[in-house]
């Protein structure tokens, strides 16, 4: 059995939660703080479903990448549009961040 590992960083996806379902939560939280930056978040995701390697636990997606890598890109959309809202989305969603 080939083992699971991101497409991107080739780490196991230990946890697998799809790209889509951590925008969905993310999102959640983003409407209450910064609602204009949502829109930076569509799309990010698509770039991330392309390829699979595993299904998401929770929706049982395809997908191909770990959170690290995903919610990476969401942190790099932070910095640049609310870079005050970066320690508390690392303190939010770093059970993601923190598994490499
Ligand atoms: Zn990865
Ligand atoms: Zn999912």
């Given at each position: 059995?080939?083992?699971?590992?991101?497409?991107?960083?080739?780490?196991?996806?230990?946890?697998?939660?799809?790209?889509?379902?951590?925008?969905?939560?993310?999102?959640?939280?983003?409407?209450?703080k910064k609602?204009?930056i949502?829109?930076?978040?569509?799309?990010?995701?698509?770039?991330?479903?392309?390829?699979?390697?595993?299904?998401?636990?929770?929706?049982?997606?395809?997908?191909?990448?770990?959170?690290?890598?995903?919610?990476?890109?969401?942190?790099?959309?932070l910095r640049r549009k609310a870079p005050e809202l970066e320690?508390?989305?690392?303190?939010?969603?770093?059970?993601?961040?923190?598994?490499?």
């Amino acid at each position: 059995m080939r083992p699971q590992t991101c497409i991107a960083c080739q780490e196991a996806i230990t946890n697998p939660i799809c790209p889509e379902c951590l925008e969905r939560e993310i999102e959640a939280w983003l409407v209450e703080k910064k609602p204009y930056i949502v829109p930076y978040l569509y799309g990010l995701s698509d770039n991330f479903m392309r390829s699979w390697v595993t299904v998401c636990i929770i929706c049982g997606n395809r997908m191909g990448v770990c959170g690290h890598c995903y919610t990476k890109d969401i942190l790099d959309v932070l910095r640049r549009k609310a870079p005050e809202l970066e320690e508390q989305f690392l303190l939010m969603f770093n059970f993601q961040i923190d598994k490499s």
